[in-house]
Every structure is written in C-alpha cells, then in structure tokens.
C-alpha cells in the first residue's frame, strides 16, 4: 500500500517535470483580456506554436498597470507589460525595470518613425471627437469647437488615457495658448468622467453631440451593429495619437520566450485581431476588415515624445483644472 | 439611562476582538501603503481643496436624504396598503444599484435629455441642468435616501403594539404621537443613519466628478486616484487615507454623542395596529410623501429597465457565469459579515459609552477601498499570489465593507433589547446562550434579515477591490458589465445591468423576507 503512494507520489512528480512547459506571464489592462477582448484569440495563437503558457493578468487600464508594476518593483512576476502608451512609457523607463527588447522594428506602418529600444508598439489610433451623422455643424477645428456651442463629454487626464490624451492634444497644438483653449472649451463640456466607458454611455444616451474617443470608434458601429449612423469630427490642427506599446521586464527568467512573443506581437498572428477586437489601427501592414475604408483619416499626426510628455503633464493638468474649475 | 455595569461574557470578547480585527484590516493596509511611500510625504493645495468639497457635499447629501427619510419612513410606518411590502422593497432598490448604472439611469430621467428636460422643452419652458453641485446632492440623495428611509422605517416598527393600545385609549393627539414616540426615536436612530450616509458619501468618486460636472466636483478619493496612478505618490495617498480615517472618527464622535438612548418601551411583540391621532390632514400627507418618493426613486429604475431588457436574453454566457460567481460571493460575504456584526453588536448594546467600538468597524467603508486594496496587495504578496486569491480576498473586504450596515441595522434594535428584555432575563437568571437565544435574538430578527439582505445585496453590487486583483476568468457580474461597456457593447451591458439589478434585489428580498418571518402582519 505505502509502495503504491510512493509510487504515485514519483510518477506524479515525473510527470510534473517532464510536463513542466515555460509559463510567459503578461500584465495587460482588463479590456485586453475580456471576452471581447484580443486576448483570448491571441493567447491560443500564441499557445500554438510557442509550447509554453501564456498567463494574462490584467490590472485596470494603462495608468494602473504602470502603478501595478511600480507596486511590485525587481519581485513582479510580469515577463512582459503590454498596453502602456507613450504618456507613460517615460515613467516607466525611469523605473529600470525594463530592458531593451532587441528587436529591429521593421515593417511597422505608424505614421511616424519608431525607434525606441524599450517598448514596440502593437497598435495605435487618433483620438477624435465622435458624433452622430445627423449632427450638421460638427466643428473642424479644436479652436471651432470651442468657439461653437456643441456640447462635448470628455475623461479626467488623472484617471483616464484618453483623458490624458486630450491634454497633449491641445498641448502639442498650441503649446502656451493651452489655457485659452481650454476656458474656450469649458463651456462646450458638459462633464468629465473617470473613464472611457462613462464618457462613451452618457454620449449614448445623449448627454452630449460629442464624445472624446477615437477615430475608429465608428467602426465598431458600422461592423459589429451594422449602424453607419456614426462618424468623427477632422481637426485642421492634426490629431494626437496614442500609441499602444509592450516592454520586457529586466528580471525576466524567460528572456527568449518574451522575445518571442514581441516578434508574435508584429506578426499578423496577433496584429490581424486588433482592428475588431480592440477597434484600434494594427501596428503593421496587416489587411484591414470591410468599415476601415471609409474613417476619418487625419491629415497630421501629434504626437509628443516620451519624455516631452513627461516634462509637461504635471503644468498641463494644472493649466487643465485652473480654466475648468469654474 | 444610567445602568448599573453588566458584566461581559464570552461573545462580548469576541465582539472586542471582531472590532479590533475589522479596524486592522483597514489601518494595517494603510500603514502598509504609508512604509513603502519616501518620506515625508505632503499634501498640496489641491488635495485641501478636495478634502473641502468632499465635506461639503457628503454633509449636504447626508442631511437631505434623512431629512427626506422622515415624511417617507413615517408615511409607510403608518399606511398599510396592497403592494406595500413590494413597494418598500423596490424603492430599496437605488441603493443596491452599482455606480454607474445608476447615474446613467438618474440622468435618463434628469439629465440634458432626460425625461424631464424633454417634457419641459415640450411644453416650451427651459432646460435645468443636472450637472455641479445640485447633480452630486441629487445623485447621492437617489443612492442613499433608500437606505435612510429602511433604518428608520425599523424605528417606527419597533414601537411595540401594547404600547400603540395604550395611546389609543389615551386618545393621544398626533403632537402626542411625535412627543412620546416619533422623536425619541429619531434622536436614537438619525444620527447613525446621517453618519451612515455622510461616511459613504465621503469616498464617492465617479458620481461626485460625473455629475459635479468637472474637476471642480474632486473628491479626496479621486485625488487618492491621482496620487496613486498618475503620480504614484504613496506617500500622499495613504495621507488622503489617513485624512479620511480622521473625518470618519470625528464624523462619528459627533454622530454618536447626538444619539440619545432609546426607551420606546417593551412589549409582547404582538402585531402592529392603526395609528393614533391620525386625520385626513395627515393620511394626504403621508400619500404625498410615498407618492413623491416613489416616483423619484422608480422612475430612474424603470429607465434602467426599459434600457437593459431587450438584451437580456441573449446575454453572452461569460455574464451568466458570472452572475453564478457572483451569487456565491455574495452568500460567502453575508455569512461572514453575520458572524463579524452579531458580537460586535451585542458589545455595543452592553456598553454604556460604546460610541469608539462602532467608529472603529465603520473605518470600512470610510478609508478608500483603493488604497485597502492596495495595501492588502502588499502585504500579503510577499505570503501568497494576491491573483489566485481574488475572490477570497474580495469576500473579506466586501464582509468588511458591510459591517456597518449590519451594525445600523442590528445595535438599537439590541440597545432596545438589553433594555427591555435584558434586564427581565438577568432577573430570571438566564445566562449566556440562553440568554441570548430566548432574550435577544429574537429581537434581532427583523434587522438581522435586513442587515443580511443589505449585506448581500452590497457584496453582489459592488465593484469592490476585483478590478485590483482580476485575471481572466474570474470576474464578478459588476466587473463583466463594466468590461461590457469598455468594448462598446452598451446594449449588453444594459441587459447585465438588468440582470445585476433583479439578482442584488432577489437576494435581499430573500434575506429581508426571511428574517420577518412569522413576525408580524405588516
């Protein structure tokens, strides 16, 4: 009897060691591993060629998982960090928690050039203010939209990237004029929510002709409810963009297998689910889905750099929360 | 009343340690936060400037659905009529909803295209805007007045019949009424309920910013959100915390010396008969208030409602295991927030100054659940992996987070008890389980049902701290709403919300029911 327990006991640990397949643990926001999320579609692909387990763990959005992994310094379990986007990467750089991913980021179809030896994007977008179509005076400028009487919904930048990404938007485009801008737009602004999904109901329901989301939020409309009742405003003044990246964590024991699934993240394997999955644009020249065609495509592209961002948050959520705190 | 000391037993000591324990669970986090923030940590302009507007408006919102709660909770004391017990269920319903899917359906009826704005353009008069300080009011007034108009619909219950015999032979007066009967127990039970809702009030975040219409409507627990993710300044988070865990013990020292001790007189329990002194004045009055406060409160529901049912049938199957998941979440946190609020209770009950006792459990719902989670991540990461432990730990926090409930609703009911049948028991010589069982738990029954249908109801609305700890697989129905709705699929989510709605409301009917068993006619 005592034999056959032992027995078990060894065959088990055997088959314990020889199983043992590499476990590749990837911190992400939570919508990227929802149902109806890309995580799901691209954990299988994954799975399916790199014989290992790929773990998604998911922590809030952007902000939070730069704050999850800060948290959890040198002792994170995190092999890779996907969904900061640019207004944190520098943040996250300066922690020394990463290092260089070593991958030559060619066939990258970003409207501007990449070189960053930390983080490699695997999508992005414009923001844009999104409208119904039968709203007839949707303005074509940030400085219009101030001067019009169109009510807009928009995210607090403490607690929002979107939110945040609007403040970089009226900050690369006038720079000093920010504050003026903004007490121009205070009166179009008919409340600030803590996130996305706040600011994106109440427009809904109709609380406002506008919402603060991206230029492919249309898309979604068209493709998964069949409704081309929903477009987004061009601005003269060039859109801001938010690129969406990953990193390695220095203290990776899978260092290979992390680089490995950076490589997957510019494959079509991963890139083909972004568009209807996570309703951003792919990172590569990957065939777009039917609706894609006919978006807002803006004639500039924003985009401050890492650390410029770094260097004018703090003064442009002051300058933001002195012109709206009326 | 002055009484003479009564010795603790076994459960009081536990009751000590329960309190102690629900306590460390908060301050232990936090200190945790603090040791891992560099020093000194400081507050700047900005966060006195939210810790201002939070007071200002969790003392308006607090005093406005008490003082709403009085006309309402007297009206459905003193009425009896079909679909009453429906009624006070339903319009309990506001307060079990989560967050969001409330303020979408108060803004329905009162926002820019609301019901009310579209009825008033139709007939040619402006519009009223909902957003600044009048919408934050509103909305916690919406949120919370259910909760104040149960707490002191309990009062009015508790007024035993023999006594209601008596003031009617005494031909009482409806003055007579308020004297003798109304306003003692006001002064015992309003300032518990006032504190109750300031407290939770004090840690809104999304409602006070959405409907404070901008970044003027910051709260301290927003500004915790910043230090914490945008700037992530330990330091000045936990700071907030410690302020908040400040404004709650001065919240409650207050509250509490206000409280005057209850002596509406025992009774046999027999059931409850017409009001004394009652007129035609007062009957349309008491129509009023239950017609007025019904409308306020259902409406929005029915917004909700109309929104969410279409989809309801074809809810994807990840929202319908996690209304399963959900479902044993919210047992487990009810069985555990009975077992921490019964002792605690029966401590308090026994104690002549036992104002530091309760101010201590309802440090759980006044410190910020972000920084709690966060420092509950700390300190048992170096121990165990917080992700496996998602859901045991979101139990805890939610038991913990219901405490105070479960503690308005159980300590007058068992102050009442050890004043009345207490002192009956210890002449009859009944001791310990005895005691208990024959003397005082049977007091307790009608709060204990509705302190676990509150409880219940909590746990399986709240967000909790799941979003901190969440993996795939795991989500709770509140979280897979809000995952719902952060990928477009509004409609879904409305229908998840539906479904949330009639689940949180089944649960505490089923407990609320449970404990008026066999109690009485009403």
């Not at chain 1, 065609?293 to 703090?314: H, I, Q």
């Not at chain 2, 009001?275 to 004045?281: A, E, I, M, T």
């Not at chain 2, 917080?386 to 007058?412: D, K, S, Y």
Request: with cysteine; hydrophobic share 55%; proline share 6%.
């Amino acid at each position: 009897m005592r034999h056959t327990i032992i027995a078990t006991g060894l065959s088990i640990f055997a088959g314990a060691a020889f199983a043992q397949t590499p476990v590749l643990t990837v911190y992400t926001y939570d919508s990227f591993v929802s149902d109806w999320g890309p995580g799901p579609a691209i954990e299988e692909a994954f799975e399916a060629q790199c014989g290992c387990d790929l773990q998604f763990v998911g922590a809030g959005d952007g902000a939070a998982l730069l704050a999850r992994i800060r948290l959890e310094g040198a002792q994170t379990e995190a092999d890779v960090v996907l969904g900061l986007d640019t207004n944190l990467t520098a943040a996250a750089r300066e922690t020394g928690l990463f290092r260089p991913h070593g991958i030559a980021a060619e066939g990258l179809t970003l409207p501007i050039a990449w070189d960053d030896a930390d983080f490699l994007p695997f999508d992005w977008g414009y923001f844009a203010f999104v409208h119904r179509t039968d709203l007839t005076n949707a303005p074509t400028s940030l400085e219009a939209l101030a001067a019009s009487d169109v009510s807009i919904v928009i995210q607090d930048p403490r607690s929002s990237t979107p939110g945040l990404g609007l403040l970089m938007w009226v900050q690369a485009a006038y720079g000093d004029r920010a504050g003026e801008i903004w007490e121009g737009l205070s009166d179009n602004i008919v409340t600030v929510t803590p996130g996305w999904s706040e600011a994106y109901g109440l427009f809904l329901e109709g609380e406002a002709d506008m919402v603060l989301s991206y230029t492919t939020s249309p898309a979604y409309h068209l493709i998964a409810e069949e409704d081309a009742g929903f477009a987004s405003a061009a601005f003269s003044e060039g859109h801001y963009m938010q690129v969406e990246v990953a990193g390695i964590l220095a203290r990776t024991d899978v260092p290979d297998l992390a680089r490995d699934f950076m490589e997957f993240m510019i494959s079509p394997g991963f890139q083909d689910v972004i568009p209807t999955t996570n309703w951003m644009y792919p990172a590569t020249a990957v065939t777009l889905p039917d609706g894609f065609e006919g978006l807002t495509m803006p004639e500039r592209a924003l985009l401050l750099s890492p650390e410029e961002a770094a260097a004018v948050r703090d003064e442009a959520v002051a300058t933001w929360q002195r012109a709206l705190a009326r | 009343m002055a009484t003479r000391a009564r010795p603790l037993t076994p459960i009081h000591w536990l009751g000590a340690a329960f309190a102690a324990l629900a306590a460390l669970c908060v301050l232990g986090p936090l200190a945790a936060v603090m040791l891992r923030a560099d020093w000194p940590p400081a507050l700047g302009p900005a966060d006195w400037a939210a810790v201002r507007f939070t007071l200002l408006q969790a003392v308006l919102s607090a005093a406005v659905s008490v003082t709403l709660a009085i006309p309402v909770a007297r009206a459905l004391a003193r009425r009896d009529f079909t679909g009453r017990r429906a009624l006070v269920t339903l319009m309990g319903a506001p307060f079990l909803l989560p967050v969001i899917v409330a303020v979408l359906g108060l803004l329905a009826v009162f926002g820019r295209a609301g019901w009310i704005n579209a009825g008033l353009q139709g007939i040619g008069l402006g519009r009223v805007d909902v957003y600044g300080l009048q919408g934050v009011v509103l909305a916690h007034v919406f949120l919370n007045l259910p909760l104040a108009v149960r707490l002191l619909l309990q009062g009015w219950q508790a007024i035993p019949s023999e006594r209601m015999r008596l003031a009617t032979a005494l031909g009482f007066s409806g003055p007579d009424m308020r004297r003798h009967f109304e306003r003692p127990l006001l002064r015992a039970i309003l300032p518990g309920a006032a504190l109750l809702i300031f407290l939770i009030c004090t840690t809104s975040f999304a409602v006070a910013l959405i409907l404070g219409g901008g970044p003027g409507a910051t709260t301290v627990e927003l500004a915790i959100y910043q230090a914490f993710r945008f700037d992530f300044d330990l330091g000045r988070a936990a700071l907030l915390g410690l302020v908040q865990v400040a404004i709650c013990l001065g919240a409650a020292a207050l509250a509490f010396g206000a409280i005057r001790g209850q002596e509406v007189g025992a009774g046999l329990d027999r059931p409850p008969m017409g009001w004394p002194g009652d007129g035609l004045v007062s009957r349309l009055g008491d129509t009023l208030a239950i017609g007025t406060a019904a409308i306020f409160l259902l409406l929005p529901l029915l917004a909700v409602l109309l929104q969410g049912l279409p989809a309801l049938a074809d809810l994807p199957v990840g929202v319908w295991q996690a209304a399963l998941r959900s479902i044993g979440l919210a047992l487990a946190s009810t069985a555990l927030a009975l077992s921490l609020a019964l002792p605690i209770a029966l401590l308090v009950a026994r104690l002549t100054r036992p104002g530091l006792v309760e101010a201590l459990a309802f440090l759980t719902i006044a410190v910020s659940p972000l920084v709690v989670g966060t420092g509950l991540f700390v300190l048992i990461r170096p121990l165990a992996n917080p992700v496996a432990l998602a859901l045991p730990i979101t139990a805890l926090v939610n038991a913990l987070v219901a405490l105070p409930f479960l503690l308005r609703a159980l300590v007058p009911a068992a102050t009442a008890a050890e004043a009345t049948q207490g002192r009956l028991a210890d002449a009859l010589g009944l001791r310990g389980a005895a005691r208990l069982r024959h003397a005082i738990l049977p007091r307790l029954k009608r709060p204990l049902g509705f302190g676990a249908g509150l409880a219940a109801a909590f746990s399986m609305g709240d967000l909790g701290v799941i979003t901190l700890f969440s993996t795939p697989g795991q989500g709770t129905l509140p979280l897979e709403m809000y995952r719902l709705m952060g990928a477009y699929r509004t409609d879904d989510a409305q229908g998840a919300a539906v479904l949330l709605l009639a689940l949180t409301l089944g649960l505490f009917w089923l407990f609320d029911r449970g404990g008026r068993m066999d109690a009485d006619t009403r």
